[in-house]
């Protein structure tokens, strides 16, 4: 079965991308622990469209990639991309959510979003913050380059000139212990040895310390760092490519017969 990509600057978005984007969140993304507020503990962590607007749609610099099953929304990526804090003609780029519609997953559908966005860029980082080890697993696979705690602690400086908006201040960044971040977000963490031990069977999960309450894993990757083919699925990235590939030049065709 074929899937279709779209990829586009947030302040695009109608207001149907907008409802469908934060609906497939509420849904999908996971469960408030149970150090939650008493009313939210074990429920849906949930964002409204009009929230959703405030965190992407009104800021700048952000875009989102969206999966779809024909005309279903199964899959959504919000990301910041930037110029870089390292090198005046560079890019960074930073995912802020990435989201799997449940019924679509165990087909590393989020490696191919990530790839989508990512693709063969020469980016000087690709990073994102998340308590979700699988999707640590998809970063690593799909930059094909494993994640260094030591050169993320030596480059936060450099890191809150690109996201610094991301939440009030940067007190977040301030807050990395051993790679992990203080967000305030109280999601549950119960599967994540589980998630641990599916991610890296044979060992490798590059953050030692576990979550605390309200914690995330800060997880970025600099072009600089030494290549490992070994970490990713050459022939998807090839087929996820031509996916996109063959996405973007239908829609030139469509537009250029319309004329």
């Known amino acids: 079965m074929k899937y279709r990509y779209k990829n586009i600057a947030c302040s695009q978005m109608t207001d149907e991308e907008i409802a469908s984007c934060a609906g497939l969140f509420s849904e999908h993304y996971g469960t408030w622990s149970q150090s939650a507020d008493e009313k939210m503990r074990g429920k849906n962590v949930k964002l409204s469209p009009a929230l959703f607007r405030k965190i992407y749609v009104e800021k700048p610099n952000r875009y989102v990639a969206m999966m779809f099953d024909r005309e279903k929304l199964i899959g959504q990526v919000l990301y910041i991309r930037c110029a870089s804090p390292w090198r005046s003609t560079g890019k960074i780029t930073f995912v802020q959510q990435l989201v799997v519609d449940k019924n679509y997953r165990g087909r590393r559908f989020g490696l191919k979003m990530l790839q989508s966005i990512f693709g063969l860029s020469n980016d000087d980082a690709w990073g994102l913050y998340t308590s ?20 993320i602690q030596n480059n936060l400086s450099s890191l809150k000139k690109v996201l610094y908006d991301v939440f009030d201040g940067t ?89």
């Open 171 to 259: 007190a977040w960044l301030d807050s990395f212990r051993n790679g992990c971040v203080d967000t305030n977000f109280n999601v549950g963490h119960e599967k994540n040895a589980e998630k641990i031990k599916k991610a890296y069977p044979n060992g490798g999960f590059p953050f030692k310390e576990e979550l605390r309450e309200g914690e995330e894993y800060l997880a970025v990757i600099f072009n600089s760092q030494p290549v490992d083919a070994r970490t990713a699925s050459l022939r998807m990235l090839t087929e996820t490519s031509w996916e996109v590939i063959n996405e973007a030049y239908s829609r030139m065709y469509t537009a250029k017969s319309n004329l």
């Open 132 to 151: 979700n080890p699988l999707t640590i697993r998809a970063l690593e696979d799909a930059t094909f380059r494993h994640i260094s705690v030591e050169k």
